[in-house]
């Protein structure tokens, strides 16, 4: 699909085409990957969010994993010397 843009202050544009000139691609690949991550930055924002909670429930499940292989394992060194 095709989006065409009018009266764009030639100023920005002479930053757009600096910025476009320093990594190398074009205007218009510089102005696509732009729109594209507007576009999709929320979606991100919220699948990057669901995963640090993720992560976070994780931890703590793994925490209390650890604490319990530390109790059986104090429980089992106790039965061992009985």
Same mark, same amino acid.
């Given at each position: 699909?095709?989006?065409?843009?009018?009266?764009?202050?030639?100023?920005?544009?002479?930053?757009?085409?600096?910025?476009?000139?320093?990594?190398?691609?074009?205007?218009?690949?510089?102005?696509?990957?732009?729109?594209?991550?507007?576009? !999709?930055?929320?979606?991100?924002?919220?699948?990057?969010?669901?995963?640090?909670?993720?992560?976070?429930?994780?931890?703590?499940?793994?925490?209390?994993?650890?604490?319990?292989?530390?109790?059986?394992?104090?429980?089992? !060194?106790?039965?061992?010397?009985?």
């Amino acid at each position: 699909m095709d989006i065409f843009l009018r009266n764009i202050d030639p100023i920005a544009v002479k930053k757009i085409d600096e910025m476009a000139k320093k990594k190398s691609i074009s205007r218009q690949e510089l102005l696509k990957a732009v729109i594209e991550k507007s576009a !999709y930055e929320k979606e991100q924002n919220e699948k990057d969010m669901r995963n640090e909670m993720i992560i976070s429930k994780n931890i703590i499940v793994m925490e209390k994993m650890t604490e319990a292989v530390e109790r059986l394992e104090n429980l089992l !060194y106790e039965l061992m010397e009985e």
